[in-house]
């Protein structure tokens, strides 16, 4: 193998750059000429391919975001799509991929290999860390700590005025970010995609806890099967009925996924943009280079996609304990 390039696709997350710069770096090092692929997918299709040197990934691990882009593509989606990408790599001789994004990027990957038979190894890349074969993902724990940040700010609003605050965080299908940055924001409940929420419990709850306190903390997933944020607050509201309580409601959104990446981020995006490239090089394919146990491994993508990642019981617990 002597040419290889990478690209990120998906939702962009904190560490993405940091492991661009690894995977040249590293190629670089073992003697390959490597390539960016901008915009994903969809630029792989569209030939925006450049050779990327030392020089070109100077000044970026401390950025948030990723200087390759990120799009959707639903070209790709197609076999036509899909053949032009390869041509379109066949034609500059690069002989194997790196692909950092979450599981629809690795499904994309899959097919792509089935397909060409062009290796690629994937890099976990997503702030939701609900990719099965990692212990934790690229950007997950700088997420954590920009829900944190936010999270102590709206304490000190919330203890002001005896508030109820909601808070929504990002996690469609998984509550990694919630059950994190609610432990360490010391929230009394978190509500999760994984787990069922009972509002008469949390409404008993919350009777309870205004004998003791005047405010309170509630961190909710967006994928949680009571609803969003609002949702939940509005029903939960309904059913206290006490005027002299103020319930709010704080979106974080998009400020989750920005920001200059943690150091745990940029080492874990280093180490895992190095094993990708040295995994391509021992004939490794169509898995995805993470780190179990401070251990680097190499998970086939069809577990990647097709197992679930389960939350940390002992986190569920300490929830319970720590809210009364």
Same mark, same amino acid.
Request: with cysteine; hydrophobic share 40%; net charge neutral.
């Given at each position: 193998?002597?040419? @290889?390039?990478?690209?990120?696709?998906?939702?962009?997350?904190?560490?993405?750059? &940091?492991?661009?710069?690894?995977?040249?770096?590293?190629?670089? *090092?073992?003697?390959?000429? =490597?390539?960016?692929?901008?915009?994903?997918?969809?630029?792989?299709?569209?030939?925006?391919?450049?050779?990327?040197?030392?020089?070109?990934? /100077?000044?970026?691990?401390?950025?948030?975001?990723?200087?390759?882009?990120?799009?959707?593509?639903?070209?790709?989606?197609?076999?036509?799509?899909?053949?032009?990408?390869?041509?379109?790599?066949?034609?500059?001789?690069?002989?194997?991929?790196? &692909?950092?994004?979450?599981?629809?990027?690795?499904?994309?990957?899959?097919?792509?290999?089935?397909?060409?038979?062009?290796? =690629?190894?994937?890099?976990?890349?997503?702030?939701?860390? $609900?990719?099965?074969?990692? $212990?934790?993902?690229?950007? *997950?724990?700088?997420?954590?700590?920009?829900?944190?940040?936010? @999270?102590?700010?709206?304490?000190?609003?919330?203890?002001?005025?005896?508030?109820?605050?909601?808070?929504?965080?990002?996690?469609?299908?998984?509550? *990694?970010?919630?059950?994190?940055?609610?432990?360490?924001?010391? &929230?009394?409940?978190?509500?999760?995609?994984?787990?069922?929420?009972?509002?008469?419990?949390?409404?008993?709850?919350?009777?309870?806890?205004?004998?003791?306190?005047?405010? /309170?903390?509630?961190?909710?997933?967006?994928?949680?099967?009571?609803?969003?944020?609002?949702?939940?607050?509005?029903?939960?509201?309904?059913?206290?009925?006490?005027?002299?309580?103020?319930?709010?409601?704080?979106?974080?959104?998009?400020?989750?996924?920005?920001?200059?990446?943690? &150091?745990?981020?940029?080492?874990?995006?280093?180490? #895992?943009?190095?094993?990708?490239?040295?995994?391509?090089?021992?004939?490794? /394919?169509? #898995?995805?280079?993470?780190?179990?146990?401070?251990?680097?491994?190499?998970?086939?993508?069809?577990? #990647?996609?097709?197992?679930?990642?389960?939350?940390?019981?002992?986190?569920?617990?300490?929830? $319970?304990?720590? /809210?009364?």
């Amino acid at each position: 193998m002597k040419k @290889i390039a990478v690209f990120t696709s998906g939702g962009d997350s904190p560490g993405m750059n &940091a492991c661009v710069r690894a995977v040249v770096r590293t190629a670089i *090092f073992k003697g390959l000429e =490597v390539y960016g692929i901008y915009r994903g997918y969809e630029g792989m299709i569209d030939g925006e391919i450049k050779r990327m040197h030392s020089y070109s990934v /100077s000044n970026i691990v401390q950025r948030g975001g990723t200087i390759l882009k990120s799009a959707r593509s639903e070209k790709f989606k197609t076999p036509e799509g899909r053949k032009k990408a390869f041509e379109n790599l066949k034609a500059l001789g690069i002989e194997g991929l790196i &692909a950092i994004g979450g599981d629809g990027t690795f499904t994309g990957a899959k097919i792509f290999n089935e397909e060409f038979g062009i290796p =690629v190894v994937g890099c976990p890349g997503t702030i939701d860390n $609900d990719i099965y074969g990692t $212990d934790y993902t690229i950007g *997950f724990d700088t997420a954590v700590n920009t829900a944190l940040e936010a @999270i102590d700010k709206i304490r000190d609003t919330a203890a002001a005025h005896d508030r109820i605050f909601f808070i929504e965080v990002m996690g469609r299908d998984a509550g *990694f970010l919630a059950v994190e940055s609610g432990i360490g924001g010391g &929230a009394e409940f978190v509500m999760v995609p994984e787990t069922a929420t009972d509002l008469d419990a949390v409404v008993k709850s919350l009777k309870n806890l205004r004998k003791s306190k005047s405010s /309170s903390i509630i961190v909710v997933a967006e994928g949680d099967d009571e609803g969003n944020a609002e949702e939940i607050m509005a029903k939960i509201k309904s059913k206290i009925k006490d005027e002299s309580k103020e319930f709010k409601v704080t979106t974080l959104g998009h400020i989750q996924r920005g920001g200059n990446p943690t &150091a745990r981020d940029r080492v874990l995006a280093s180490r #895992c943009g190095m094993a990708a490239v040295e995994g391509l090089l021992i004939g490794k /394919s169509s #898995c995805m280079a993470g780190v179990m146990n401070q251990e680097v491994v190499y998970t086939p993508f069809t577990d #990647c996609i097709g197992k679930t990642k389960p939350l940390i019981e002992d986190h569920l617990k300490l929830i $319970d304990i720590l /809210s009364i």
